[in-house]
Every structure is written in C-alpha cells, then in structure tokens.
C-alpha cells in the first residue's frame, strides 16, 4: 500500500469511528438499530468510493485529503465551513439524544427510505468523481483545469452540493429523528452561501466558466434553483 493509500484510508477510518462516537454516545447505548443501519450504508459506501479512487484517479484523492476550514485559503470559506461542520456534527449528535430520549417516532419504513437516500448521495458523489477529477475538497483552480459540463453537471453547477443536500434531508429519516430535520435550513443555507461564493471564484479564474453558467441555470436543484 503507497503512502497515499496508507494516508487516505487511514483518515477515512478515524472519521469513521468519530461518527461512530457521535451517534452512539449521546444515546448512551449500543441498542439503536437505525444508527447501525446507517453507519454501515455509509462507512460501506464512503470505503468503497475512496477504494475506487485510490485505483483510478489517485490525483482526485490526493485533492480529498485536504479539507475543512483551515484548508481553505480564503477567509468567507473558513467561516462557511466551520459553522457547516458544526451543524454537520449537530446532525449525528442529534438523532442520538432524540433516540435516548424518545422524542420521535419514525415508521421502520420510513427509516429505510432515509437510508435509501444516504446511498443515493453517496453514488452522486460517485458520479462526481468520476467526472471531475479536479473536485478538491477546497476551492480552487489547478493548471490545465477546465470546465465540466457533462454527466450531473448538465443538470446543475454544483452536483456535489446536490449529493450534500440530499444527504442532509436523508440522515434524521435513517436515524429516526424528526427533529434533526430542523438541522436541513440552516444546513441548506450554508451550502447556498458556499457555492454562491465558489461561483464568484470560479468565474474569476476557471476560463469557460461564465459560458458554461449561461448554459446550465440552476445552481443546486434542477428546474428550481
């Protein structure tokens, strides 16, 4: 294994057992099959992209592993990730203390259905992937980078966002807890105001872009917005 590999699974792992953490102490027991449920849908799914990746497209990889606040180099994103990882913390603490102390009480089928939608994100961000191999985890343009307009991107600019929002609407309804999904619009409006920012970057300094923005309308959801 190169030391890529050894670093990107690596942290993957440690991220994994957090999220373990998050969902399981505030529940304060093991018995609570919805957090199970979807912590193997998504530990399964983000090991397996990142094992796709790290055979295909070792430099999208190398582009993932630096992410969060202090990776970004300008300041309105690191204030935009650092209140979005706090709600995105607050979405899997939440449903714990929900689920201790039963607040909801979400049909099994309905729960299902939100793991459902975890898995739909996730192969959205697939897709993603393997369309840009410049989606870095923080903002910027590389050398000979140019504009993507196929596949997810004829739909929307920003489909990873997309798969994010996706995301943020499915995990209260895969860990049974209605009110998380008080989380989504304060959630939703950090990815707004973190796209809307990228797209003043990108229009600045990816050549095609503007072209590319009259072309394709909607921002994050098609026929929306």
């Known amino acids: 294994m190169d ?52 055979r295909t497209d070792p430099h999208l990889m190398q582009n993932r592993i630096k992410a969060g606040p202090r990776a970004e180099s300008r300041p309105a994103q ?15 603490i939440l449903p714990g203390f929900d689920h201790r102390f039963g607040w909801s009480a979400v049909p099994v089928p309905v729960v299902i259905l939100g793991d459902f939608g975890v898995a739909l994100a996730m192969f959205i961000v ?32 920003h489909p990873m966002y997309l798969g994010a929002l996706i995301l943020f609407l499915a995990v209260p309804f895969a860990l049974g807890s209605i009110w998380t999904l008080f989380l989504v619009p304060p959630l939703t409006g950090m990815l707004a105001a973190r796209l809307l920012d990228e797209e003043r970057f990108l229009l600045a300094n990816l050549p095609g872009y503007a072209a590319y923005c009259q072309k394709v309308r909607f921002h994050l959801i098609p026929f929306l917005w």
């Open 78 to 92: 690191k204030m935009i990730l650092f209140f979005s990882s706090i709600l995105s913390c607050a979405l899997v």
């Open 3 to 54: 030391a890529l590999s050894r670093n990107t699974l690596g942290r993957l792992t440690i991220f994994q057992i957090c999220v373990a953490l998050l969902l399981f102490l505030p529940a304060w027991s093991l018995h609570f099959w919805q957090a199970w449920l979807f912590w193997i849908v998504f530990s399964i799914a983000q090991f397996a992209i990142t094992l796709y990746f790290l």
């Open 126 to 157: 697939f897709l993603v992937f393997r369309a840009n191999t410049h989606a870095a985890a923080t903002i910027k343009v590389e050398e000979h980078q140019q504009v993507i307009s196929t596949g997810l991107y004829a739909l929307v600019r």
